[in-house]
């Protein structure tokens, strides 16, 4: 059975396309170190009508940043999290550049996100992501130990609208329902902190919460599923946190 959720992973490739790659100052490891680690194999499992995988790392074009945002770490980002410059001297893309790339890997995955999320049979958008353990320093929370699970609905913390933010994409008590959920599968879990939610979640969800469907932005802890040693998932955790993920959407599911 598939389950009438949507699931969106704009981060999870470390792709370069060819015609790009020779513009990039960063070695292939630090591109690496851009990817939403662990999401694909943990998100990408989930039974759901439809998953959406980005074809390419964020660094080419960041999925869930407005197409209208050119600062230096906008839709065509500049500096990657580290600060660290992506490109080569003389080779930032100019206005012809970004807009070439946004026709090329930006708009196809959201025409398709679109398409999906207005089907009648849809309930939910999940737009899944990773992040670290601790907050780095430019982060809302710097030096901070993170929850397991970070839900996002553009609202406070306990899920109900924030004046300031603007509307939610999903009801807080089914925000909590969702909250509950992971708990039962062992997660510690925020709501909106220190993330309320990104591009795709807030653009998307607020066209159709309307109309009973919801949109909900999930942050996963890499310390979960990370060798300690290493950058690249542990096999094992990964595998024990997948089957918790799974068990966590099966309870959505039922519930919704």
Partial sequence: MKYPFIISLPH???????????????????IWESTARGVL?????????????????????????SPSRRDVKGVIA???YHGRSIYR???????KEIERRLSKYYWPFHKCLVESVQKTDI??????HSLNGTGPEEAPDPGKKRKDIILGNNGDHSGY????????????????????????????????DPYPG?????????KFVGAGKTAVQIEINQDLYLDPTHTQPSPKRLEEVKARVL??????????
Avoid at 123 to 128: G, Q
Avoid at 164 to 184: H, N, V, W, Y
């Fill in 161 to 192: 609208m924030n004046p300031a933010r603007g509307s939610i994409t999903c009801p807080a008590e089914t925000l909590q329902l969702m909250k509950k959920a992971f708990q039962m599968a062992g997660f510690s879990v925020s709501i909106n």
């Fill in 198 to 206: 990104g591009f795709i979640t807030n653009y998307h969800g607020e």
């Fill in 41 to 65: 194999e943990i998100f990408g499992s989930i039974p759901a009508k439809k998953i959406l995988f980005a074809q390419w790392s964020r660094l080419v074009v960041d999925l869930n940043r």
């Fill in 89 to 95: 001297s003389g080779c930032i893309p100019d206005e």
């Fill in 78 to 80: 500049q500096v990657d």
């Fill in 123 to 128: 309930k939910a958008l999940f737009d899944c």
């Fill in 12 to 30: 999870c490739s470390n792709q370069i396309p060819e015609e790009v790659r020779p513009a990039f100052a960063l070695t292939k490891d630090e």
């Fill in 247 to 256: 068990q966590s959407f099966e309870e959505i599911a039922r519930k919704l």
